[in-house]
């Protein structure tokens, strides 16, 4: 076995690597750019090296650097880890020449399988079933256009050497396949070195559903079963599960066969997996194989009990597989969200910065000791304190639950994401509790088309229900009266000046542009009973019992006898007075005043917001890449300004109506802030 390894990645996969490591005796040595010096797994790593500066291709995807820092440091081998390098052919080559030994499949297995044109050529000769498409990299977007209109619209434009969504387009015409076509290339070329793309039909109403594979350097291949990732946003997913709710097990065993017979055709080793795509009628067609370890293995290591990361470093260090098919266990249900730095209020921009406030839930399952299941797990690579970078992707954590089935698993995660406390950059939390919550997830009907059928129109704070909305003002009334007691307390009082609680309230729950809902609040203590009352809004009653102080955050008790998880806190940007409460994805802003308070109050001016439908406004921090406009020039509705790259994604902002240019702002190639002006328009 190794006595060192050297992780060629960065954030919450390098963090999980280590973990593993530590757990079989093996040193660990980190590698890092600029921007994460101060990152989570360079601390938690034995050794640490500098590669350069913050962007990607100065750093971590410079080869050489890094079979430098891990023969420097007498590392054995190296992890890959996700994205990155991970599936880079020469690199995997030329860790092998050097003498190292690269963590993953052999160089001729990436070749074969992880380009995808090649993959797609493979999978063709083995008479696989396989997508109809142009399989020769495209060249330029005016061929693009004729092969998608020789295929067929809808296309799926993408990069031969993508993933994780980069490099990836859908185009229902003409003009999207032109834009696509060149912002796939630009991604492709930005996150991998690599601007070959192709094309195929996109299949209208499909389903995700990828198969892990693990092989050894004997020729022995299993599969692990399988996971349902159709949820997804822009080709990105959400939300992965394992097992599917769709698939029966007849049609489980035939996509297992026939992932394992793909690997052994290219003589597979190591962790990877087969993607297919599954229509209504269960018939699946292979789509590509990624050869490295997928975001979302923590599910499957839930429910087969297997550490995946584990089982990659005794194949790479010659071991043969302990198991066979018949062996590997298949219980419970996981569920996995990832938790991303991204606004979904603000169509889901990238919102980077510090995390003032960093809490995960409590956790009962651990990284690297798959054997503690049927939990909460939270894999990351962040810290409170630390820095969300633009560099880089956007994931702040996956949140993991292991549930005795789907039912159990869905109510552990919902529960979960109410105790997440994330502050300082915005987060994906709320969407993801819609998600959940939506009947349709709940059921088990859904597709990848699930997230732009019911939030066509961008995702909103009424898209996040509640079944029980008054809760919320309850447990307002409820802190406020428990801060009202600890004041009335204080010493020193003025005679006939002292801090009365009283029992009646009005809660006013603002819901923007200064309009307010009225809520009378009727609350009554429990003599003897800490932290317990009861409280009325309206005709409805509810019994609340918390030990949580008022300077938490995260609020847990019961409430009429059922447990919650709850957030909240005193203080909004536009009223310091305000309560914000959040529980199950729903959030409002609630200020809970005496009624002679909320009399007064209704006398206060409103102040307006400035106007700024006459400017272009950087919704996100990012570089300002191109400027499509000049002073002078009329734009439609739906053309393109300009375009902004963050998180290594290309973010187009299109005209919302027909506009004059009156001036250009800022300069291709500045680096943009929250709401700075791009454009004004006359």
Known sequence: MFKKILIANRGEIACRVIKTARKMGIKTVAVYSEADKDARHVELADEAVLLGPAPSRESYLVADKIIAAAKSTDAEAIHPGYGFLSENEDFARRVEEEGLIFIGPKHYSIAAMGDKIASKKLANEAKVNTIPGHNEPILTPEAAVEIAQGIGYPVMIKASAGGGGKGLRVAFNDKECFEGFSSCRNEARNSFGDDRVFMEKFVEEPRHIEIQVLGDGQGNVVYLWERECSIQRRHQKVIEEAPSPFISEATRQAMGEQAVALAKAVKYQSAGTVEFVVGKDQGFYFLEMNTRLQVEHPVTECITGLDLVEQMIRVAAGEALSFKQQDIKREGWAIECRINAEDPFRNFLPSTGRLVKYQPPETSMEQGAPERRFGVRVDTGVYEGGEIPMFYDSMIAKLIVHGQDRAEAIAKMREALNGFVIRGISSNIPFQSALLAHPDFGSGNFNTGFIAQHYAGGFKAEDVPHDDPDFLVALAGFIRRKAREREAGITGQLPGH????????????????????????????????????????GERSYRIVSASRLNDIRIAGTVNGRPFTAQAERGTPKNPLAYRIQHNGRAIEVTVLSPRAAELQTLMPYKAPPDTSKQLLSPMPGLLVQVAVQPGQLVQAGERLAVIEAMKMENILTAERDVKVAEVLAKTGESLSVDQPILRFE
């Open 498 to 537: 002292e801090v009365k609680i009283g029992h009646d309230y009005v809660a006013l729950v603002h819901e923007g542009g200064g309009k307010s809902s009225r809520h009378a609040l009727h609350i009554d203590e429990f003599v003897g009973h800490l932290g317990e009352a009861q409280v009325r809004v």
